[in-house]
């Protein structure tokens, strides 16, 4: 059981690298954070100066009201879970579960008992007496994980633990996770750069860009308000489409000459801005029956995925297709002229020089606070 809270956490590498540029959040007891963003954006940073990997630079890492800043990576009580497994090749599964049982002199009849009784709960029971290069990769990620759950940690790191499985034990693995996790109520970072990976994981989301928390939040509250382009282009598959525009008063207008009506009012005179509509929230409409507000588009590719279908399409004025994501049985071809119908309550603003979003995010948005 434990809570964490990081104040002004930095990291300047001794070739002078700043990999992490003053980190703020606090996290509850209990709860399943999952830190998301592109390779190099510095998560594996993160999690490895929570771990004690790596010297802190500046700032502070509490945990449960103690400043483990100078502490060694065996006293924090935190358990890591790699990518590579990091499993002793010549120990037996039993043997590699109970080994910091063993470190800790822990006397060998309990030992056995916690490991078989971990063994049951994860499904390696079986298994005990392999070696790691006799069991399948998911075999040796569910090792990987039994080991940090008989040492009983205040709090799981996992670091991209399921990045070497194939995709169906991906799916399977991150449910049992999330299953044990709660089960356990054991306080976890999870790091994954798989942003449908960390929206299905989390309690709440710690979306990184280049060594920055962008936002932080519940992966509904990231998908439905971004709080800027970089968090709206990387949460959300396929992602939102982005539109130039230009907003006057209370109407946004694109190169196309389409009008709509802005989900903010301009604040004083007219300026360009970056007008964000996920795929999911352009409905189509026969050309016909199109209203003011309709994108006028021409169908360049259609992608049947079974449930839905995706539809790419030439709206004159902007460089990139917009994508639609539409029922699967809907009758459109490449080729087709018709219009795409925006869902008014979910547009979004952006800023194009800075990126920020428009309109004031809730409070429960902007900061690393828990969640309301
Ligand atoms: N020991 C190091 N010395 C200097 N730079 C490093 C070191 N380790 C990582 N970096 C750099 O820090 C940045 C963040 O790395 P990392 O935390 O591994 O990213 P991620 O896990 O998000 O892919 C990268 O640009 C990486 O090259
Ligand atoms: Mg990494």
Redesign the pocket.
């Known amino acids: 059981m434990a809570t964490l809270r990081l104040s002004a956490l930095r990291k300047t ?3 002078g ?1 700043t ?1 992490l540029h003053g980190a703020d959040l606090e996290i509850a007891d209990g709860e399943l954070i999952v830190v998301v ?1 592109p ?8 999690l490895r100066m929570l771990a004690g990997l790596e010297s802190i630079s500046d700032g502070e890492l509490v945990i449960d009201d103690r400043r483990v800043n100078e502490l060694e990576p065996a006293q924090r009580d935190v358990a890591m879970v790699f990518q590579n497994y990091a499993l002793y090749p010549h120990m037996s599964v039993a043997d590699n579960m109970g080994y910091a049982l063993k470190n800790r002199r822990v006397p060998k009849a309990e030992r056995r008992r916690k490991v078989e009784e971990t063994a049951r709960l994860i499904g390696l029971e079986d298994l005990l007496d392999r070696r790691p290069k006799q069991l399948s990769g998911g075999q040796r990620q569910r090792v990987a994980m039994g080991r940090a759950i008989v040492r009983e940690p205040r709090v799981f790191l996992f670091d991209e633990p399921l990045s070497n499985l194939d995709a169906k034990l991906r799916v399977q693995m991150r449910l049992e996770i999330r299953r044990l996790q709660k089960r356990l109520g054991v306080t976890a970072v999870y ?1 994954t ?1 798989d942003q449908v990976e960390a929206m299905t994981l989390a309690d709440r989301l710690v979306v ?1 860009n280049g ?1 920055r928390i962008e936002q932080v939040g519940t992966p509904m509250h990231l998908y439905e308000r971004p709080a800027s382009r970089f968090v709206a282009g990387f949460i959300g598959s396929p992602a939102m489409n982005v539109l130039d525009a230009r907003l006057e008063g209370d109407s946004l207008t694109l190169p196309c000459g389409t009008r709509l009506a802005s989900p903010v009012p301009s604040p004083g005179e007219a300026k360009t801005v970056c007008l964000g509509i996920r795929p999911e929230h352009l409905s189509v409409v026969p050309e016909g029956d199109a209203i003011d507000g309709d994108l006028s588009v021409r169908v360049e590719l259609v992608e049947p995925l079974g449930a839905d279908t995706l539809v790419h399409a030439r709206l004159e004025g902007q460089d990139d297709p917009v994508v639609a994501r539409v029922d699967g049985i809907r009758a459109v071809a490449e080729g087709d002229s018709l219009a795409l119908r925006p869902d008014a309550g979910r547009l979004h603003l952006f800023d194009p020089e800075t990126g920020q979003r428009l309109d004031p995010l809730e409070p429960e948005c902007q900061h690393s606070t828990f969640p309301a």
């Open positions: 590498y001794p070739n690298f990999a963003g390779s190099g954006c510095g998560k594996s940073t993160l790091v750069h990184m060594g």
